[in-house]
């Protein structure tokens, strides 16, 4: 019977009433295979299946018991309950009879193929299920062959766990430790990180200290904390005040010791607690669990750990901003400078990298070939790779580099441009999805035509949206079309669903350069660097050099009023009648529908942002700071 | 080969032509950029025929396997609108005809496939049915104008190309420009005079398959994703369609991706207009295993996969999309990385074919030749005098097609024994036996012996079924290797037919020996223990299970005898792609996990021994990026700016050596500062962190228990 209890509880997700009895079903198959006897095969069986039918629905932990009952109640069929006739007749009817017998079988061939089907939807289950322990293994197999030739095996379980939380001051010890490894006493950078590095020693001490006692003895510490704990609130409250306010959550910044208090109770306490985890975890691993009742545990750990991690929706960070530290923001330009006085160590290594890309040109350009698309992953900046591949193998074919970085582009630009420029049409478009349809028939027509597609960032803010996306995909799948794209953004593969990455039919090459995102980050908002920079003007210069006089005019009027309103803390803008009524009295529009049309425009280039007033009225706001739009003016009347 | 080839030249002409136009451009590429060899290019040509041979095979199979389905659809069609047809004008008609005809395919999660499906039906049905035959993807149609527009143009653009005549296509220019019209109503009325015109014009078109079509072909509307249609856009499409049904024979055809039930989800209130047929297409497995048994299963393509490699490739299928498409795409690489990376991939072709390019080859060949590990091997078995004698390859190869032959025989005979047996110990699908077998010996895995023991407890029917699924794939089989063992079986299964009579004669007799007269229970009790004793006595075997065991045995010897690995084998290498690492990387890639690798431990990419640490810690050299990173990573959800530059600076000083007394100058502080400025801005790209307003100066992290 052995067999059968083994076969009952395979997994612990058979939890569904439709599994459960599929899966017994197939101790039915089993006993009758087994456990029979050979003569008593079928009448057994036909009770057997009866009774059981019944209890089909059981619990999963009854089942086992009531599987060893049938057997018994099986093996006594013979001579129990039934007097002498109607037994010999019984056994005389099987031994001697064919045709009763060929009867019982039909009717048993009937149940038997119902059992076998669900005994094959269930076996796929749990067959899959199986695989899945082999695919594990083979990823671990497999891993070893990675580190030969890039990943790393312990990769994903740090990737994947959860961050417990943090005490502010780590990040200034994990500092001091990377900084010490090159072995010689650590200068501190300033008074600043003196201060912050002494006011959480007494903390940092005693935690230190903990961590020591923790180790020796567990037992002990859990028994002594309540004391420790007191000791250590004690030592909280005894900071001097302004240390103190170093620390606040983010929530509440005024509200100083108590509250604190409450915390850092708290945090010991979840300490606590989760030692007490460990402890019990590490004692039962002694004891030999079987492996499956471990991962059970520790996805459990994961769970609480992740509600540990977000208990409380309060962070705790100093309170130190740049200003106190007098370090203004700088802008592109000077960080530009600053940033190319500072060479890049191991210049060599980065070289042998890019070198054993380089290598791959010819493979990448057979592939395109072939129908594939190429996409290229991994850390550092790839535009250098790609514009070298470029020059390379691309000199005498048409190409199109697309800088998905820059944060004008959008797919109606990128199909213009192949419209335009490539296939030399001048007319226009009703949609998006018309010139798509238009692009894949004149490469369907004509066949001579070839065009290599060169995005930079492809996971780009700009073109990550699902329409993009799926545009980019048609197009890449023409079969004369070839897409060699980079990728960045760690989630960036979740652009793609399954219809999507078969449109792209992507290979995946993973091309780490270590390079600075330079040209990719200038454009960003960063947040350190100060966005009054060029590029701001620049680009403002150039939009507004596209536009009519009409629409100059009414632009610059909405400029001067705002830089009217400068000094002026509660401007939110200027209202829409208001603006309306300027225009029209400076003969630029003649309705407000013009007006309108007119900053849609602008508010398509990020030139214009509209806002609801408390009172319901439009106020219309440039999102530029007032020092670049007096450049701008200045630079316009200049020109004008 | 050659065969073969002309074959296939003649089948698909246009094809190669363009084929060969492009070969030219593209062969450049194969060897390395280096001056075109002749070799390199041979090798190019070669790895392109296999490839459009198997692809072939494989949208053979394809089309193949959607007959069935496409059959079924076809009948369906025939079967609706008779009553349009007919014009007929009863009551009962009048009350049906509010229901669309419709056909819900069922076709799996694996979407990637459906397109070559609905490419096919889309085809077959211009051909054979209507010329009316509409696809549309729920992306074309984000409302009803939408839809109606597409439907519209579609229709109508189908009637202008199959009889382009001028005047047609003056009103195709017409029709154009008053796109913004189109409604049911001018489809309808555009119907009518259509099928008017045509009546009159007296049919002399291709669709003759069946008569009654002739006057008024049904508007087949394929919508290819029902799922993701949105319930509104759907409602008011069938509603509407609904009521022109007396004008317009409309069919639907639903592809589903989930289950039949998601109709009546989308569609809590149309559903009653429509009349739903369940059609159902093959599972993706089975279509799997039929598309291995064909490519790989076969000693007509040269080409194999090592067991790592095809366990990638199914792995692949089975946890990530269902997708049989991806499969063969899969197998595409493999191809190709095979004759890229391996020279002397040039002899995996044909074996006439592999003679010719045996005596042409060069000097270095036959060395690469005699640098493969199982050459190597080879040679070093034999005798010296033989030694010299053994350069002769067209042997091995020659030996590993005929190993190839009875090998797969005999792979499916045993699988044909093993995958009904319960539990299936080795497998339950002929793709996981092969694994296996190209893994090890198979009869020294864990799971042979227990199904042996299973075997020697079939019961006879099973077995006679068995042996005759094995005396199929003899018969199928073109080897002739294996003759004998083919006799040997038929006169198995002959045994056991006869002694299925014999066995029945003893049955009558035996049982009217043991007629038991009416006793009590004491002896009813004695006679039946007596009995008993007697059958335990009597276990000696049957002739059937002699039989039986023969059998098993003879099955354990031929898979003892030919089942080997082909790493056994003299110059496998040729033929068995074994780059499984090469398809994991390019198709299955795992872009965080290298992210990761990248910032945590630059030592991996890097290889400069000031990078090199132990554990998890980094070295203060390390580029700007990974120290920001692993200093980041000591945050939890919210990161203060100023602390993160200052810990950022401790480290970078700490790197640079400058003397820690002399204050620094205040412009290496300000490089250091633009340092971190593009580390953390770096990171804002990647992802990991992002600013937030929650507090003056801080970033929120974006990854891995952040936020």
Redesign the interface.
Known sequence: MSGVQSRVSPSPWVTSRATLVASWLRTRAVLREWTLPPTLKFSGLGRFGEVLGAQCLAPRETLIVMSHLKQQKVKMLEVQFVGDDDVLNHILDKEEGAKFRKDRAQVLVNVKKLMKKQENDQDEDDQDDLKDENYVDILGADSQEYLKNGCVASGGNKVYSFQTRKKPEKMAELAYEIAKTSGKSVPLICKNTEKMASTPQSSKKQSTSEKDQLKSDEKNEFLSTPYRLRKRLTAVSTFPSDTESEYSDSNSEDDKGIKQEEEKISEVLMDQKRLTKHSSLSSSSCKKVSAKKMKKDTTTDLVEEYFEAHSSSKVLTSDRTLQKLKRTKLDQQTLHNLLSKFSPPFSAELKQLNEQYERLFHKWMLQLHLGFNIVLYGLGSKKELLEKFRASMLQDSVHVVINGFFPGITVKSILNSITEEILEHMGTFRSVLDQLDWIINRFKDDSSLELFLLIHNLDSQMLRGDKSQQILGQLSSLPKIYLIASIDHINAPLMWDHSKQSLYNWLWYETTTYRPYTEETSYENSLLVQQCGTLALSSLIHVFRSLTPNARGIFRLLIKYQLENEENPSYIGLSFQDFYQQCREAFLVNSDLTLRAQLTEFRDHKLLRTKKGTDGVEYLLIPIDTGTLSDFLEKEDKEA | FERSMSFHIKKNYRKFQ?LIS?LI??AD?????ESLSEDSKLRFDTCQLLWQQMKSEAEELQEELNKNLFDKLIEFLEKSHLEFRKKSTNWNYQIKSREIPTAALVLGVN??DHDLTFKGLTAMLRDTITPYVVSLQA??CPDVKHLLQKLASQVMGCHIDMESTEEEEEECVQLSQKKMHYSMAFLSTWYRNVTQKKGSESVNKKITSSSQWKKSPPIVIILKDIESFSTKVLQDFIIISSQYLHQLPIVLVLGIATSPIIIHRLLPHAVSFLCIELLQSLSCKEHLAKLLDKLLLTTRFPFKLNE?AL??LI?IF??H?F?V??FI?GL??AI?EHF?SQPLSILCCDLPEVKRRIHSLSEDQCESIRRLPSFMRYVEKQTPEKQVASLTNERFLKELHIYHENFFIVLKCLHAFTSSL?K?PLG?QIRELYCACLEKNIWESQEYEPALQLLR?LAKDELMAILHKCVEVFRSSPGKQLGSTAEKLKEFLAQFQSLEESN?EE??S???Q???Q????YH??KS?LEMKEL?SSNKKQTKFEVQRDKVVDMIDNLVRKYLFPPDTQTLYEVVYFTG??TL???????????????????Y?????QA?K?ED??????A?D?C?AY??????????????????????V???E?TD??STASE?IK??I??????A???L?????IK?TK??????ARL????C
């Open positions: 363009g492009f451009f593209s590429y194969f060897n390395e950029g979407v990637t992306k074309e790592k366990q990638v792995n089975l946890y999309d997708s498409q991806n795409k595409q690489l190709l890229y319960p299936y339950r407890m029945e049955n009558g035996g049982s009217q043991k007629g038991l009416k006793t009590d229970l009813l009790q039946l059958r499984a690492h994991r990387e390019h198709l299955n890639a795992a872009p965080r996990i290298a992210l990761h690798t990248a910032l945590n431990n630059p991996h990419y890097l290889k400069n990078l640490s998890d810690s980094i070295p203060n050299v580029p990026i120290i692993k200093l980041h990573l000591e945050c939890s959800r919210l990161i203060n700016v100023v602390d993160w530059s200052e810990a950022f600076a401790t480290v000083t700490a790197a050596e820690p007394n412009e300000e490089i500062h633009a340092r971190f400025i593009r953390v801005s770096e804002e790209l990647l992802g990991f600013p929650q507090k003056t100066d801080h970033v990854t891995w228990g952040g």
